[in-house]
């Protein structure tokens, strides 16, 4: 029944290490998103997909790549982790166009990663 | 540079009223978004104002000013519960949203 779903929840890991997140949405939503929150609470936009085209791409180090193998689902996978990525990863969803829905984000509950 | 302000956190008391102030500039403008997120949890959707004016919703009231480019979020009758961050996002003329750093408001009984 969860409308945006992400996992995992929680990721500890050695820098250097690769790590995935996966995000499903299950209400038919065009757009979805990650972003990433630091410790300073500001949601920063990492990427997001439109009908599996990527629309934004911002200043974003190449490590982190986004993979949507459908419109349901962006999953983000991250090389090399860096201490400087211990944040919380929030996926969202929202339906396209431009009109008042269009950026009405559903979010995922969030993944917090730790790297060490 | 595109800049959203608002006060990093605020203290209130149950059963009071309180207005978290949002100011923006941005590269055009489509629309301003309030968001609550409690610790720990997801940002929601709380309001949405394109007009300027007043939209309520419950005990949630959501005003802009396109001219002045400025934004309130009104809470009334506050219970403990409204402890959360609130979170301004507005959509610029590419339709992206630039986020403000977020509102910590704090509840006090």
């Known amino acids: 029944d969860t409308a945006v779903s992400q996992t995992p929840k929680y990721l500890v890991t050695q820098m250097g290490n690769d790590k995935s997140i996966k995000c499903e949405q299950n209400?038919?939503?065009?757009?979805m998103y990650w972003y990433k929150q630091d410790s300073k609470k500001f949601l920063k936009i990492m990427f997001s997909?439109?009908?599996?085209?990527?629309?934004i791409n911002e200043t974003v180090p190449n490590r982190f790549s986004p993979k949507s193998p459908d419109k349901a689902h962006l999953n983000l996978h991250i090389n090399s982790l860096e201490l400087g990525d211990s944040a919380v990863y929030f996926c969202?969803?929202?339906?396209?166009?431009?009109?008042?829905?269009?950026?009405?984000?559903?979010f995922g509950a969030g993944s917090r990663l730790t790297v060490l | 540079g595109q800049n959203i302000d608002q006060p990093t956190e605020m203290t209130a008391t149950e059963g009071a009223i309180v207005q978290i102030n949002c100011t923006y500039q941005?590269?055009?403008?489509?629309?301003l978004f309030w968001y609550q997120q409690h610790a720990g949890e997801a940002p929601t959707f709380l309001s949405y104002?394109?007009l300027d004016g007043l939209e309520e919703k419950g005990r949630f009231s959501s005003f802009l000013s396109r001219s002045k480019g400025y934004s309130y979020l009104l809470l009334k009758e506050l219970q403990m519960k409204d402890s959360a961050s609130y979170l301004c996002?507005?959509?610029?003329?590419?339709?992206?949203?630039?986020w403000g750093a977020g509102t910590k408001l704090i509840i006090k009984p």
């Open positions: 969202a969803s929202s339906q396209g166009g431009s009109g008042s829905g269009a950026n009405v984000l559903t």
């Open positions: 209400l038919g939503h065009d757009t």
């Open positions: 997909y439109n009908n599996k085209e990527l629309i």
């Open positions: 941005t590269s055009g403008f489509n629309g």
């Open positions: 104002n394109v």
């Open positions: 996002a507005v959509r610029d003329s590419n339709y992206q949203l630039i």
